[in-house]
């Protein structure tokens, strides 16, 4: 069997599973679903979503989930398990774009293996939450800028920053490792590869000017968020959760696959 058929299979095993374990997406609503599923209904509860509507619904992130969630209801009435099909989807996308990426090779697999381990990956792609087309967005957007398709990339940020705020990080982050190049090869130029990524990360001040505050303002009210606190705990959890889920992972993975496959290992055999 090719490698592309067992990737291929392998994924449609899991996505199967996970439909048939999740009674194809039609358990009861729960957890953040409790609120994120009625402010998707209210935003279209009068028709096409109003300015104001925009600005003042009750959640902290950015409303592109929310009106796409709203949006399918209003079309096709399928209920919250239309919106976490979507979510599922849009898990099954970021699957297919690393296998692409990888040319469904064995290590493109691994890689796969180790994503669909981690598990808020599923968890998220089967509820109605806002984090599976925000981080659809970000792989698309850095694949395309890896590839230096720079505007294109840009796109899929701002898109990604339309789902959750913290998505700014990652078109910061290759804006940044731009200008750090620059500056060690003492050539300071500004091109695609720094001005796409600067853009898309500067699209996060239009949503702040656009609800007045870092979030809709009755959100922020309500949860009693102080805009501006560092919070270390949290860079703690997330040290942590990169440890866990990441590099523990990339080694069990891939390090033992270098040490029989790499070229260490075919320098041994060079030598027998």
Known sequence: MTQPKVFFGFVAIVFIGVLIGFNFLRFPIRADELHFWPTSLWLFHDGIPSVERLRSYNELNTPLPFLIFGGLEQVFHGGIAAGRAFNLAASLAIVMLIGAAGKFSTRSLLSVAGLLAFPYFILVAV???????????????????????HRPAAACFIMGIACRQYIVAFPLAFAIHSVLQRIHAKHIVIDGELAAPTIAAASLAGWYLFFGAAGPQPALAGQHIAVGRLYPEHGLYFLTCIGVYFVIAECILFRSVELYCGPRHRRLQSHC
């Open 127 to 149: 509820h109605l939450y806002t984090d599976a087309l925000a981080a659809l967005f970000t792989v698309a957007g850095a694949a395309l800028h890896l590839r230096r398709r």
